[in-house]
């Protein structure tokens, strides 16, 4: 009797940790409508993103009271931020960040160059979750180093070479390596001499960084005049940008730029690796396919011409993908991937994660002929259903916005189910 009680209790045991197990599973699919995200940071202008772990500012581009500005931005989808808060030493001590209603933050501090800072950023919103802590490190040191001026020498170099549209000398200044290729930069320069009879573009440093793999990341200011060579219209623009530039031999060459581009704007979409945000009142310079010169809303310059992203692709889901008729994709990082799925289909319907700011589309949607949208979403409370021959537009807030047009349902084809097709235009 007792063998048979232990059989039992072992038995019921094993039934609720494969019950756990399964919601498990499930949970992670949709943490993330739930998670506190960082939508960007800032540390004296430069992006987290680029700094792998390490930033490394040089003390002659410092303000002179050595001040460091942290900026930012953290959302979640159910609730609301209630406080940001900054660790430079190590998780020792937290300090409160300035907090806006938006989520935008910022917290400044008077830097001793002679230390080193181990920063870690804290968001929290108003139910207790907080954002992924360990992936915010950055260790901030200061470097004596006089590159402040064999920057600034650079960047005047590139500038005066791009303005008098002298093509040789602009590409010694830049990397063989460049980032997607010197030769696709090369030929939107050209194009650039081509579209442009007159260009003029004053630059104002606002900082300089080092990273721990030694590119150099250069933030400005810019204000910026072309006249068009079909028309003979001049086009102003003005904003902040960023560019990288790597030391190859003791010369600092351009190694990659991003959106608002100052250099190859004939071939944005290709030579941009990111943008940096504006303010919304912001105009920008753009080229279309066409090469047609336009000044477009900085948020619409990142989509379609001009921006980081426009092509409409098709994505085929294999059935047995998760379960003999569940599968998931990640327009992101364009793979299958059940932990970040952005679309999924189960069963007889795709599925969006719930609560993201959505717009349904005219069934006919001409994806090639439309730009992904800015504006006209909204918040859904559950999980939003499309059925074959819909369109949606997603906004997926930090990980960018996408048009989906559902095409076919192979999964449902008996005896034997193939896949179903789905075409997509993403804007990261």
């Given amino acids: 009797m007792k063998k048979f009680t232990i ?8 039934l609720f ?11 992670i699919f949709g943490k993330s409508s739930d998670e506190v995200s960082l939508n960007y940071i800032h540390i004296n202008k430069i992006s987290y993103e680029d700094m792998n772990g390490k930033a490394v500012f040089f003390k002659d581009s410092l303000p002179k009271n050595n001040e460091i500005a942290i900026n930012g931005k953290a959302s979640v989808k159910k609730s609301k931020i209630g406080a940001v808060m900054v660790s430079l030493d190590n998780k020792e001590t ?3 960040a300035k907090l806006n209603d938006n989520g935008t933050f910022e917290y400044k501090f008077y830097a001793d160059t002679s230390k080193a800072y181990d920063f870690y950023l804290k968001a929290i919103d108003t139910t207790g979750k907080t954002n992924n802590i360990e992936k915010t490190y950055v260790q901030i040191t200061f470097s004596s180093q006089d590159v402040s001026a064999l920057v600034r020498e650079t960047l005047d170099k590139l500038f005066r070479a791009y303005q008098t549209e002298n093509l040789a000398a602009f590409m010694t200044l830049v990397s063989d390596k460049f980032i997607p290729g010197s030769d696709i930069l090369d030929s939107a320069v050209r194009r650039d001499f081509i579209l442009f009879d007159y260009i003029k573009i004053d630059h104002f440093i606002n900082n300089i960084s080092q990273v721990s793999d030694g590119k150099i990341f250069v933030s400005f200011q810019y204000n910026r005049s072309v006249i068009s060579t079909k028309t003979g219209q001049t086009f102003t623009d003005k904003g902040m940008t960023e560019l990288v530039l790597k030391n190859e031999d003791g010369q ?27 303010n919304s009142d912001e105009d920008t310079l753009v080229i279309d396919s066409n090469g047609i010169i336009k000044i477009v809303p900085y948020n619409d310059s990142l989509n379609g011409d001009g921006g980081s992203s426009g092509e409409v ?33 189960m069963g007889t319907s795709f599925h969006l994660p719930s609560g993201l700011p ?18 006209g979403y909204t918040s ?18 930090s990980r960018g916005r996408v048009i989906i047009k559902f095409r076919n349902d192979g999964f449902n084809t008996s005896p034997n189910p193939t896949a179903v097709l789905f075409d997509y235009k993403y804007q990261n």
């Fill in 380 to 397: 859904t409370e559950g999980e939003v259903r499309g059925t074959i021959g819909e369109c949606w537009a997603v906004d997926y807030g």
């Fill in 252 to 278: 600092l060459k351009l190694f990659s730029m991003k959106h608002p581009l100052m250099f190859g704007l004939s071939d944005a979409s290709e030579i941009a690796t990111g943008s940096v945000n504006q």
């Fill in 7 to 14: 059989l039992i209790l072992f038995i019921t045991l094993a």
């Fill in 94 to 96: 937290w300090d409160k």
């Fill in 17 to 27: 940790a494969s019950v756990g197990k399964v919601q498990a599973k499930w949970w």
């Fill in 313 to 345: 692709k098709t994505v085929t889901l294999n059935p047995g993908h998760i379960t003999p008729t569940n599968s998931t994709y990640d327009f992101e990082a364009e793979e299958y991937d059940n932990a970040t799925w952005m679309v999924m289909y």
């Fill in 358 to 375: 959505v717009q349904q589309l005219p069934t006919g949607t001409d994806l090639n002929s439309t730009s992904v949208p800015t504006s």
